[in-house]
């Protein structure tokens, strides 16, 4: 059996980057170390990590006492507030893609501009994303989701940064015909957009196609999605002991991808367990 493995799969910039200063200030810092929130969305990394001392703590006031690092997604402005009232030491390990589109929001609000935001009611990047607007911000995951936005004010898209393109492009077009001068950045990130287009390549070409990342990594999800509208046989798993319940029958090439918060070793556990399938 002949295994593709995308180029791009792995940890993306900024998971790694966030990663790597976790291991910094474990190294330099002999007291607690937290991340508030999970540090990315892969229970087997954050386990790990949790065994070497970094140890995720779920609201602020469990962090005093301790260094802790602001994940990758950022957090609402209310919590940053609070973490300062409560002399919280903080490490800022959000992904400077994430940072900008909070520059776009917070600039164009002050502008006056409504924003709409494409991307996941509910997910952790949107809602502080949100929370820093000093205007209001729209939240779509569709293009029927407009139903809010004025059609006589200025208007501005942006993306949730793991966004699929398509979808972005969808809610511009909606929105130029609500407000025909509205404006658009496409905020979505490289390297997430550089992962599904690859997928979508490798799912072409592969009998079956396996996507590897956290259950509730929101991009993972995306991703096999994505696959799966070109491949139907596209399975989404976390661990290669999954694979014992996948139907191999009559593979003979699988395509392999990640999701961003995918390190290398649970994909290389994967690619080694395949390899001992005829
Ligand atoms: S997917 Fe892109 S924006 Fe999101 S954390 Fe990774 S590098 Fe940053």
Redesign the pocket.
């Known amino acids: 059996m002949e295994v593709l493995v995308s180029s791009h799969a792995g940890l993306?910039?900024?998971?790694r980057r966030a990663t790597r200063l976790a291991m910094e200030v474990r190294k330099n810092h002999p007291g607690p170390v937290y991340t508030l929130g999970p540090l990315m969305h892969n229970p087997q990394e954050v386990e790990r990590l949790a065994g070497l001392g970094i140890v995720q703590r779920q609201s602020i006031d469990q962090c005093v006492g301790g260094k802790t690092l602001l994940r990758?997604h950022g957090i609402p402005r209310r919590q940053l507030q609070l973490a300062t009232r409560l002399g919280i030491d903080l490490v800022d390990a959000v992904?400077p893609?994430?940072a900008v589109v909070r520059r776009y929001i917070v600039d164009f609000g002050r502008r006056g501009y409504q924003v709409v935001l494409v991307g996941d009611r509910g997910h952790p990047e949107v809602e502080a994303l949100q929370s820093y607007a000093p205007g209001e911000v729209f939240v779509a995951s569709l293009p029927g989701d407009l139903e809010r936005v004025a059609g006589d004010r200025p208007l501005v898209v942006l993306a949730q940064?793991?966004q699929a393109r398509e979808v972005f492009d969808a809610v511009v077009s909606a929105c130029r015909r609500r407000v025909p001068q509205a404006e658009s950045i496409c905020t979505i990130?490289q390297?997430?957009g550089l992962r599904q287009v690859e997928g979508r390549q490798l799912a072409a070409r592969a009998d079956l196609m396996l996507v590897v990342g956290g259950r509730i990594s929101a991009?993972t999800a995306r991703l096999a999605e994505i696959c799966r509208r070109v491949q139907p046989r596209t399975h989404h798993i976390e661990t290669a002991a999954e694979l014992e319940t996948i139907d191999f029958t009559g593979v003979k090439t699988v395509g392999l991808t990640s999701g961003?918060s995918t390190p290398t070793w649970i994909i290389e556990q994967v690619r080694q367990r395949l390899s001992l399938f005829r």
């Not at 993306?12 to 998971?15: K, L, N």
């Open positions: 993306c910039f900024g998971v990758t992904c893609r994430v940064t793991t990130c390297d997430a991009n961003a």
